[in-house]
């Protein structure tokens, strides 16, 4: 569940599937990083780019245990609380001030 702090809907699990886990790879991200997320200081926000089949994504902008910043795309599945991960990046100056406010 969120922790104090976090902003937008309630995250209890995220999930990737392989195609998603070989993008984060690409990027040096681990699932592992990626999976922190939640338990650190986020937020997430609307993805400002269209998804594609009417598909609900939003951006998840946090903090790792480490304390690097990454960006996560994510997709609300059936149960409201777990997100399905598209892709990740290493955040921008813009998502950081996001997290910031």
């Given at each position: 569940?969120?922790?104090?702090?976090?902003?937008?809907?309630?995250?209890?699990?995220?999930?990737?599937?392989?195609?998603?886990?070989?993008?984060l790879?690409?990027?040096?991200?681990?699932?592992?990083?990626?999976?922190?997320?939640?338990?650190?200081?986020?937020?997430m926000?609307?993805?400002?780019?269209k998804?594609?089949r009417?598909?609900?994504?939003?951006?998840?902008i946090?903090?790792?245990?480490?304390?690097?910043?990454?960006?996560?795309?994510?997709?609300?599945?059936?149960?409201?609380?777990?997100?399905?991960?598209?892709?990740?990046?290493?955040?921008?100056?813009?998502?950081?001030?996001i997290?910031?406010d």
């Amino acid at each position: 569940m969120n922790r104090p702090g976090a902003k937008g809907p309630a995250v209890g699990a995220l999930l990737a599937t392989a195609a998603a886990v070989e993008k984060l790879g690409a990027r040096g991200i681990s699932t592992k990083e990626a999976e922190q997320l939640p338990q650190n200081r986020h937020v997430m926000v609307r993805n400002p780019r269209k998804a594609s089949r009417g598909a609900q994504r939003r951006l998840l902008i946090g903090r790792t245990d480490g304390g690097r910043i990454l960006t996560l795309v994510v997709e609300r599945t059936v149960d409201p609380s777990t997100w399905l991960i598209v892709t990740a990046w290493s955040a921008t100056d813009i998502e950081r001030r996001i997290l910031k406010d």
